[in-house]
């Protein structure tokens, strides 16, 4: 009932934000759709648009993987693009071809997965200006990397339909710097945002490379919304993250993290200290730790994203979120969400 109740307000919500179009095609624009897709209608304020709240690259026929929109007077940015982003920005009705700038959290691939997608269908269906993302080291060569997989459709359709656009000059990746204290990374007439480096590598893994994973931090004329990315506790993410209106911060469900602090140690016992289980159980966020970070940061509301639950009860929910909200309010005052997709806040 609880599930239900969720997904009957996302809906509600999305509705009450932007109005469908007639057409759920023409939301994607195109020319297989019959021209350009209409206009986004202009809501003013700040909405954050979860499309996509799967913890974890593993595929899911329910929910997208990391995804968020926030959208600022209708103009949308796009917060990681895991699989299934593309289609929830359709879904959604923010659309695709409006996202102008991209901000990765880090370069896991199902914070990652559509952005080949997405930059070759905003080509392929009539994008014009400039798509830029900004994000921790590798970001530039990961959107040059997304250019090249569609090089040969971007030579086919430019000789054989006549696009002119170019697409290296049109798709631009921007490092941005990792610190322990937050650093404006972007700031146009709508929105600030800053970035801090948070928890999801450990050291022993820093150490060895040089990629970074991050939490971001947007401001806008009437809201503040933070994403903590993925990340064990994290003071770094305590800093940016004061008296902010919207905490979207990732969440493991506590039996998941012992399991994996079990089998992690169990690997490293057996001469693998550099495993699965163990970067599960170090580098995620528990219930307790939500509320630890969101209590110490001030913040007004906690949404839990990037969801890792437990198994199903036998005969109950297919996906429990009790254990969530319990163990948020446990440490918490103040209001908790369980984010589903295409909620709009």
């Given at each position: ?10 809906a ?46 593993g595929?899911?026929?329910t ?17 990681d ?12 009705h ?5 996202v ?8 896991h ?22 798509t830029?993302?900004?994000?921790p080291?590798?970001?530039p ?8 997989f ?17 697409a ?6 921007h ?36 990629h ?12 503040s ?7 064990p ?27 994996m ?5 169990a ?11 163990r970067?599960?159980?170090?580098t ?14 001030n913040?007004?509301?906690?949404v839990?994203?990037?969801q ?38």
């Amino acid at each position: 009932m609880l599930v239900g109740a969720v997904q009957v307000c996302a809906a509600g919500l999305l509705s009450a934000v932007w109005a469908p179009d007639s057409n759920a095609q023409q939301a994607g624009g195109g020319p297989a759709t019959g021209g350009p897709p209409a206009p986004v209608p202009v809501r003013p304020g700040t909405w954050l648009v979860l499309l996509g709240t799967r913890g974890g690259p593993g595929i899911d026929l329910t929910r997208a993987q990391s995804s968020s929109a926030v959208v600022v007077d209708g103009r949308p940015y796009l917060i990681d693009c895991g699989y299934g982003a593309l289609r929830q920005l359709v879904a959604s009705h923010v659309g695709y071809l409006q996202v102008d700038t991209i901000f990765f959290t880090h370069l896991h691939d199902d914070h990652t997965g559509d952005l080949a997608a997405l930059l070759s269908y905003q080509w392929t269906n009539g994008k014009t200006t400039s798509t830029d993302a900004y994000g921790p080291f590798g970001t530039p060569d990961m959107v040059r990397a997304a250019v090249a997989f569609s090089r040969a459709n971007f030579e086919i359709r430019t000789i054989d339909e006549g696009h002119t656009v170019n697409a290296d000059q049109q798709f631009h990746g921007h490092e941005v710097p990792a610190s322990a204290t937050p650093v404006q990374i972007f700031k146009d007439d709508r929105v600030t945002v800053s970035a801090v480096e948070n928890g999801h590598y450990p050291p022993r893994a820093t150490a060895r490379m040089p990629h970074r994973s991050l939490a971001l931090r947007v401001d806008t004329k009437d809201r503040s919304i933070v994403f903590s990315g993925d990340t064990p506790y994290s003071q770094n993410l305590v800093k940016l993250a004061h008296n902010a209106d919207l905490f979207v911060c990732e969440v493991i469900e506590q039996g998941v993290l012992e399991q994996m602090r079990q089998r992690g140690a169990a690997a490293v016992a057996a001469g693998n200290p550099n495993n699965v289980f163990r970067h599960v159980a170090e580098t995620h966020s528990s219930p307790a730790d939500v509320a630890r970070m969101a209590t110490e940061a001030n913040v007004r509301t906690v949404v839990l994203n990037h969801q890792v639950p437990g198994a199903a009860t036998p005969g109950g929910l297919a996906y429990p979120i009790s254990g969530f909200i319990d163990g948020v309010r446990n440490g918490f005052a103040g209001e908790v969400i369980v984010g589903d997709d295409l909620m709009v806040l």
